[in-house]
């Protein structure tokens, strides 16, 4: 027997199915294991539902499938009950199961109902394999498009990698160029200047640049800056002006957009050093062809203008040197003629005074004019000869204050009577080495020039003296500067308040025979530059048209001391006596005039033509000359040759030398020889005599 059944769940009205099935036990059995089992079927397949759902989040209408698995509990339930139901009577238990399982049931349905057109929609097998397929095949053009697209990504990538490597590189090659143009730009011998502006308000400039500026490296060239960074230390000038900071070559070229090549200037830095600049400046155009700054290149061409323009000095130099020795030489040859000639005249006209009974006075006075000419063309013969170079005399020691103090009636004389001289003579003034009658020469001469650019108007001439220490520079602007070097020097210097000279004349006054008064011969400053040159001294002028002229003598001054005398005495006369004398000269007036002046005063006297008849006639057996009278310059066998041939002859034999030339440069080709005296050309009958007495001492 079961227990009673729970009120509310079971009616005691009720029987179980057990008694329906007589409680036969094979029965009972059979319908408890089947609703067992089926219950336990029902409660299983949910439980699979359900997980199947939980897994498959994809699965299509899983609401029907958790209903259809609610359905399957509910039926379960029920299949529960009948087994419970086979011994208790819940009829009410199983009836509201059965409710809710048809409930359940109802509920599903609808959903199904409303879901069966979406589910018909579903692709079948065939198609989701044909989908699948198109998917797959989809799936393999995707993969292939991607595998291409990496591919080609990967290629990208490599060459991207590529391209970043040659980039890394060019901006290496890059960087390196960058620090090579900056290398060249600071070292580079040439001066360069970089503006990036259009204004040039920053000019960037390299080392020999900033050197030329006088700037360090790092500093800003231009001169258009701000004021507070713009440069003082140099001005530029072109053709003498003073350029404006916009007229500047670089400024120019980056305003006008055009290149400016060889423009020439001239930079004065701020210690006062002068350079000449070459410049070149071109403009930096950007894209659009506009100026966007400028780079310019300076080279220093100071040297090379210095060497130029020395060497223009030099040639110029050279070029006068030889015109002068040119005319030097001329000169020398017309003088020596001259004095030739000068000497047959002024012997004849010796010679008849000596035989023309006094009382003749007018045939006296006709032969003392003849003389007097006679003289002055001698005078003209020594200017030519001082501007030759060979009318030095005796050099040594001379003080030229004294000189200028013992000449003062000679030069007041010179300077006429209504010109005024002045003068300013340097104390304490050092010696120079010199000839002091053509000191006195050059003095009058420089006097009588500016006498006579004074003219007929009252002037005023001075006379100076001054100790100067003269470089290179000071020599360079002596106009005739001979064998100057720089140093200590005796400058003496006359001045006038004349007519003064253009550029044009001052180059011509010291050419012989050029002069620019009617009476002049032009020789009187030649003569002085002559003297000058043979006293290797230098000569500067400066003149102004209208102001007057300023002509200074520079010597070397001379250490040792001052020769207290300036003048050169004779030794007084010798009576007259008789002795074998011969006469050697190729110009047979000379020859005439020495030969009859010598018989008349008691001497025996013999003449040769030539040096061959003059070692002719001394060869001769038992002849004997006391006194040769020798010319220096002949044909053939010239004076030189033939007194050593004669003192060959015989070693005691005197020999008096006659020239035309100075006695210094004669005497100088005879050094460390015997030779008596010395008879310049042209003389007088007395010189002669006189010298004669001398040698002889009779």
């Given at each position: 027997m079961l227990p009673p059944i729970t009120p509310g769940l079971c009616s005691a009205v009720l029987m179980p199915h057990g008694q329906c099935y007589f409680w036969q036990h094979e029965l009972?059995?059979?319908?408890?294991?089947?609703?067992?089992?089926?219950?336990l079927a029902y409660f299983s397949i949910p439980l699979i539902?359900?997980?199947?759902?939980?897994?498959?989040?994809?699965?299509?209408?899983?609401?029907?499938?958790?209903?259809?698995?609610?359905?399957?509990?509910?039926?379960?339930?029920?299949?529960?009950?009948?087994?419970?139901?086979?011994?208790?009577?819940?009829?009410?238990?199983?009836?509201?199961?059965?409710?809710?399982?048809?409930?359940?049931?109802l509920i599903t349905a609808v959903a199904m109902i409303r879901i069966v057109p979406q589910a018909l929609d579903l692709p079948s097998p065939a198609e989701l394999k044909k989908l699948n397929d198109s998917l797959e095949e989809r799936v393999r053009n995707r993969t292939a498009?991607?595998?291409?697209?990496n591919e080609h990504l990967s290629r990208e990538i490599s060459q991207r990698e590529q391209a970043e490597a040659e980039v890394r590189r060019l901006n290496q090659s890059l960087q390196n160029r960058v620090a090579e143009l900056q290398t060249v730009f600071d070292l580079a011998p040439v001066a360069i200047g970089l503006a990036q502006?259009?204004?040039?308000?920053?000019?960037?400039?390299?080392?020999?640049?900033?050197?030329?500026?006088?700037?360090?490296?790092?500093?800003?060239?231009?001169?258009?800056?701000?004021?507070?960074?713009?440069?003082?230390?140099?001005?530029?000038?072109?053709?003498?002006?003073?350029?404006?900071?916009?007229?500047?070559?670089?400024?120019?070229?980056?305003?006008?957009?055009?290149?400016?090549?060889?423009?020439?200037?001239?930079?004065?830095?701020?210690d006062g050093q002068k350079l000449e600049l070459i410049s070149t400046a071109v403009p930096l155009r950007d894209t659009t062809g506009q100026s966007r700054g400028c780079v310019a290149a300076f080279l220093d061409v100071t040297a090379q203008r210095r060497s130029e323009r020395d060497r223009l000095e030099f040639e110029r130099r050279l070029q006068e040197t030889r015109k002068l020795e040119s005319l030097g030489v001329l000169a020398g040859g017309i003088a020596h003629d001259f004095n030739n000639l000068l000497t047959g005249i002024l012997g004849n006209a010796s010679l008849a005074r000596m035989e023309l009974?006094?009382?003749?006075?007018?045939?006296?006075?006709?032969?003392?004019?003849?003389?007097?000419?006679?003289?002055?063309?001698?005078?003209?013969?020594?200017?030519?000869?001082?501007?030759?170079?060979?009318?030095?005399?005796?050099?040594?020691?001379?003080?030229?204050?004294?000189?200028?103090?013992?000449?003062?009636?000679?030069?007041t004389v010179s300077a006429g009577k209504d010109n005024s001289l002045d003068y300013s003579l340097a104390p304490e003034l050092p010696a120079i080495q010199a000839d002091a009658a053509q000191m006195r020469q050059i003095l009058v001469n420089l006097v009588s020039n500016s006498a006579e650019a004074i003219g007929d108007k009252p002037g005023r001439i001075t006379i100076s003296t001054t100790t100067r220490h003269i470089d290179a520079?000071?020599?360079?602007?002596?106009?005739?500067?001979?064998?100057?070097?720089?140093?200590?020097?005796?400058?003496?210097?006359?001045?006038?308040?004349?007519?003064?000279?253009?550029?044009?004349?001052?180059?011509?006054?010291?050419?012989?025979?050029?002069?620019?008064?009617?009476?002049?011969?032009?020789?009187?400053?030649?003569?002085?530059?002559?003297?000058?040159?043979?006293?290797?001294?230098?000569?500067?002028?400066?003149?102004?048209?209208?102001?007057?002229?300023?002509?200074?003598?520079?010597?070397?001054?001379?250490?040792?001391?001052?020769?207290?005398?300036?003048?050169?005495?004779?030794?007084?006369?010798?009576?007259?006596?008789?002795?074998?004398?011969?006469?050697?000269?190729?110009?047979?007036?000379?020859?005439?005039?020495?030969?009859?002046?010598?018989?008349?005063?008691?001497?025996?006297?013999?003449?040769?033509?030539d040096g061959h008849a003059a070692l002719a006639l001394a060869r001769q057996p038992g002849q004997k000359f006391d006194l040769v009278l020798l010319d220096l310059t002949m044909p053939g066998l010239d004076g030189e040759a033939t007194y050593r041939a004669l003192r060959e002859i015989d070693p005691r034999l005197r020999v008096i030398l006659m020239s035309g030339y100075s006695e210094q440069e004669t005497l100088s080709r005879f050094s460390g020889q015997s030779i008596a005296g010395f008879l310049a050309k042209p003389f007088t009958a007395s010189q002669v005599l006189e010298k004669v007495r001398e040698v002889l001492g009779h």
């Amino acid at each position: 027997m079961l227990p009673p059944i729970t009120p509310g769940l079971c009616s005691a009205v009720l029987m179980p199915h057990g008694q329906c099935y007589f409680w036969q036990h094979e029965l009972i059995a059979l319908h408890a294991i089947a609703d067992g089992l089926i219950a336990l079927a029902y409660f299983s397949i949910p439980l699979i539902i359900f997980s199947f759902v939980r897994k498959r989040r994809d699965l299509p209408f899983p609401v029907i499938f958790l209903m259809f698995g609610a359905f399957i509990v509910a039926c379960g339930t029920t299949h529960l009950l009948e087994v419970s139901s086979i011994w208790n009577p819940h009829y009410w238990l199983s009836g509201w199961v059965k409710a809710a399982t048809a409930l359940i049931s109802l509920i599903t349905a609808v959903a199904m109902i409303r879901i069966v057109p979406q589910a018909l929609d579903l692709p079948s097998p065939a198609e989701l394999k044909k989908l699948n397929d198109s998917l797959e095949e989809r799936v393999r053009n995707r993969t292939a498009d991607l595998a291409a697209a990496n591919e080609h990504l990967s290629r990208e990538i490599s060459q991207r990698e590529q391209a970043e490597a040659e980039v890394r590189r060019l901006n290496q090659s890059l960087q390196n160029r960058v620090a090579e143009l900056q290398t060249v730009f600071d070292l580079a011998p040439v001066a360069i200047g970089l503006a990036q502006d259009a204004e040039c308000r920053d000019i960037r400039i390299n080392e020999a640049f900033a050197r030329i500026l006088g700037l360090a490296k790092n500093a800003n060239g231009s001169l258009t800056a701000p004021p507070d960074s713009r440069p003082v230390t140099f001005k530029v000038f072109h053709d003498g002006r003073e350029l404006l900071p916009h007229e500047l070559p670089m400024q120019r070229a980056a305003r006008e957009n055009l290149a400016i090549h060889n423009f020439e200037e001239v930079l004065i830095r701020a210690d006062g050093q002068k350079l000449e600049l070459i410049s070149t400046a071109v403009p930096l155009r950007d894209t659009t062809g506009q100026s966007r700054g400028c780079v310019a290149a300076f080279l220093d061409v100071t040297a090379q203008r210095r060497s130029e323009r020395d060497r223009l000095e030099f040639e110029r130099r050279l070029q006068e040197t030889r015109k002068l020795e040119s005319l030097g030489v001329l000169a020398g040859g017309i003088a020596h003629d001259f004095n030739n000639l000068l000497t047959g005249i002024l012997g004849n006209a010796s010679l008849a005074r000596m035989e023309l009974p006094p009382e003749h006075l007018n045939v006296h006075e006709l032969l003392n004019r003849q003389e007097q000419a006679a003289l002055r063309a001698a005078d003209l013969c020594r200017q030519m000869l001082a501007f030759a170079g060979k009318g030095r005399f005796v050099v040594r020691p001379l003080d030229f204050n004294r000189l200028i103090e013992d000449a003062r009636a000679l030069l007041t004389v010179s300077a006429g009577k209504d010109n005024s001289l002045d003068y300013s003579l340097a104390p304490e003034l050092p010696a120079i080495q010199a000839d002091a009658a053509q000191m006195r020469q050059i003095l009058v001469n420089l006097v009588s020039n500016s006498a006579e650019a004074i003219g007929d108007k009252p002037g005023r001439i001075t006379i100076s003296t001054t100790t100067r220490h003269i470089d290179a520079a000071g020599l360079a602007t002596t106009v005739h500067r001979g064998q100057l070097t720089p140093g200590e020097h005796v400058c003496i210097e006359v001045s006038d308040n004349g007519s003064g000279m253009d550029d044009a004349t001052c180059a011509k006054i010291f050419d012989p025979f050029f002069t620019t008064k009617f009476t002049g011969r032009g020789l009187g400053l030649a003569a002085v530059l002559g003297i000058v040159r043979g006293h290797k001294g230098g000569i500067a002028v400066r003149s102004i048209p209208g102001h007057g002229s300023v002509l200074s003598i520079i010597f070397p001054a001379h250490l040792s001391p001052k020769t207290p005398d300036t003048h050169a005495g004779l030794p007084p006369p010798s009576p007259a006596a008789s002795g074998a004398l011969l006469v050697v000269d190729d110009e047979e007036t000379v020859r005439t005039v020495a030969a009859r002046v010598l018989s008349g005063s008691g001497k025996t006297v013999a003449e040769a033509s030539d040096g061959h008849a003059a070692l002719a006639l001394a060869r001769q057996p038992g002849q004997k000359f006391d006194l040769v009278l020798l010319d220096l310059t002949m044909p053939g066998l010239d004076g030189e040759a033939t007194y050593r041939a004669l003192r060959e002859i015989d070693p005691r034999l005197r020999v008096i030398l006659m020239s035309g030339y100075s006695e210094q440069e004669t005497l100088s080709r005879f050094s460390g020889q015997s030779i008596a005296g010395f008879l310049a050309k042209p003389f007088t009958a007395s010189q002669v005599l006189e010298k004669v007495r001398e040698v002889l001492g009779h």
